[in-house]
């Protein structure tokens, strides 16, 4: 499994967003080979929709490209880099659609009421994770998400 949409606390955000850039630069600068053309176009498609609706681009390059150059890149290459798109809102499809690509999105939220229900409003729930320093907090949250699995990790 992987993690390719993140909620964050508003309070958190920015701070979280610069440490995960680092990462992403430090860390894991492999691109990911997707086995079909089409499955990288998806994952373009999926970013360009978030980028069309408001979001940014944290970290990765997003093509420029017309539909028939990428058409034609991707008979030759299906090795989309690490992307990280933040200022994610509901209404993107990122947020509502698996890309099944080296995509994160990440979505700010107010308060545990807010995060609970964004997390809870998706068609998806294989997994999710609570990540929090609060052990109470975090196990009354993990009761509250709607998942196949939800794990609680407390980060002192």
């Given at each position: ?40 176009m ?11 609706k408001g ?31 933040a ?8 947020n ?10 990440v ?19 294989l ?13 009354k ?7 196949g ?8």
């Amino acid at each position: 499994m992987s993690t390719d949409r993140l909620l964050v606390e508003e309070s958190i955000h920015d701070e979280f967003i610069e440490k995960l850039k680092h990462v992403l630069g430090t860390e894991w600068r492999r691109p990911f080979s997707l086995v079909l053309a089409n499955g990288a176009m998806k994952v373009r498609a999926l970013v360009q929709d978030a980028l069309d609706k408001g979001a940014s681009l944290a970290y990765g390059v997003q093509s420029t490209l017309t539909e028939e150059e990428i058409e034609y890149h991707h008979k030759k290459t299906t090795l989309p880099g690490p992307t990280l798109v933040a200022g994610v809102t509901k209404e993107m499809d990122i947020n509502r659609l698996e890309n099944f690509g080296p995509v994160m999105s990440v979505m700010a939220f107010k308060g545990e009421e807010e995060g609970i229900k964004l997390a809870n409003d998706n068609m998806y729930g294989l997994s999710a994770s609570v990540w929090t320093k609060d052990l109470a907090k975090g196990i009354k949250v993990a009761q509250e998400i709607v998942s196949g699995c939800v794990n609680s990790v407390i980060n002192a």
